[in-house]
């Protein structure tokens, strides 16, 4: 009995011992270099990144993420940022009904709808509510489930963005993060091609 005892209870060589606990710490640091190492980097570069703007930078430069706008929609019922949906990229277009420029931005945006529909685009005016409301009807917006239009009643996103001419376009990724603004009328192969990889 001793002897089958001592073959069952026979310790096994000191490397088997060691080569497995070895790899965990060294994996353990690396892991820890990384939390400690890497992450505060990466906040820091964000930060100074964000602190070499100018205090007169647009807002939407200093606050890179949908903003918190307010439109009245045809309908009379307010639109909110809150009413977006979730993960889903967002184009905010700022235009005139009475606008050359913006017509034409719309009639190109209407024509390649099948590439935009993936994209809830926000379309939004300061001009008269009647106004829009026509060019909502003439247009038929409504048929689009993707857009949603409304009066920026407040005269906010001017102001946010800095507007200096229309169609103003602010095209924001699944996360509502920004990824770039266009002023002018802009072809809608480079609008998509601004959302690659980010959409």
Not at 92 to 100: A, L, T, V
Not at 125 to 130: A, D, G, K, L, R
Not at 145 to 151: E, W
Request: proline share 7%.
């Amino acid at each position: 009995m001793r002897g089958s005892t001592a073959e069952i209870c026979k310790p096994k060589a000191k490397s088997e011992y060691s080569r497995k606990p070895q790899k965990q710490i060294i994996d353990a640091m690396i892991n820890r270099f990384f939390l400690l190492i890497l992450v505060p980097m990466v906040f820091a570069v964000k930060l100074a990144s964000a602190q070499t703007l100018p205090p007169d930078s647009p807002a939407y430069k200093r606050f890179p993420n949908v903003p918190p706008f307010t439109i009245l929609q045809a309908d009379s019922t307010n639109l909110t940022k809150d009413h977006l949906k979730k993960h889903q990229p967002t184009i905010i277009m700022y235009f005139s009904p009475d606008c050359d420029h913006c017509k034409h931005q719309w009639a190109d945006m209407e024509k390649r709808m099948k590439d935009l529909k993936k994209y809830q685009i926000v379309m939004v005016t300061y001009q008269p509510f009647e106004e829009m409301v026509s060019f909502y009807r003439e247009q038929k917006i409504a048929s689009y489930s993707n857009i949603k239009m409304g009066r920026d009643t407040k005269f906010f996103l001017p102001t946010f963005y800095k507007i200096q001419s229309l169609p103003f376009q602010a095209l924001y990724d699944k996360n509502g993060d920004l990824v770039t603004t266009f002023e002018g009328n802009v072809k809608i192969d480079k609008l998509l091609a601004a959302f690659k990889g980010k959409d």
